[in-house]
């Protein structure tokens, strides 16, 4: 095969991959025994497939770039079973934390109650290095209360 050709093809794949166009999802339940309580294992991604997600930072300033929160109908929280930065920045620092926040479902969802309530939630921080611009890039893992995992990546475009 050509270099170009080869090139072209690749070039191509990675933009869908990173486009979001393919996802990883795995999952295991374990059977409960009869003296055990039923538990969920999440199993991480299998591949390095990210769905690509931009943001536009102003430079020197921390901020949330995104959030993570499950809530019950009951509006109490699940928390994440996996929630871990894969690859930090290399023009900036990200973290997570905790943070309350207040819900945002429509009023036919049975949680639009919880509207009123503030849950808890985890927030991905992130801080370029002093005055720099240009961009960044972040990777976080994410796996949900229900087992499903998603590979995520941050493009960050810091501004004046």
């Known amino acids: 095969m050509p270099p170009h050709i080869f090139k072209r093809t690749f070039y191509s794949l990675t933009f869908l991959a990173l486009a979001g166009c ?13 003296s ?10 299998a591949s390095n497939y990210y769905s690509l997600t931009d943001r536009i930072v102003k430079k020197n300033s921390d901020v949330i770039i995104a ?11 699940n928390p994440y079973q996996v929630l871990q930065i894969k690859k930090q920045p290399l023009h900036g620092t990200a973290y ?15 949680r639009s109650r919880c509207n009123k309530t ?14 720099y611009t240009g961009f960044d890039l972040v990777l ?9 995992v998603r590979n995520m990546a941050f493009r960050i475009k810091i501004i004046e």
């Open 140 to 148: 976080v893992d994410a796996g949900g209360p229900t087992g499903e």
């Open 96 to 110: 997570l934390a905790d943070y309350s926040v207040f819900p945002q479902f429509v009023e036919n969802n049975p």
């Open 67 to 77: 959030s993570w929160k499950s809530v019950n109908v009951d509006c109490t929280t």
């Open 22 to 34: 393919v996802h990883t999802t795995a999952a295991v339940v374990n059977v409960p025994q009869a």
């Open 36 to 45: 055990q309580a039923p538990r969920r294992v999440v199993v991480p991604a």
């Open 118 to 131: 503030k849950v808890m939630a985890k927030a991905l921080h992130y801080r370029a290095s002093t005055d």
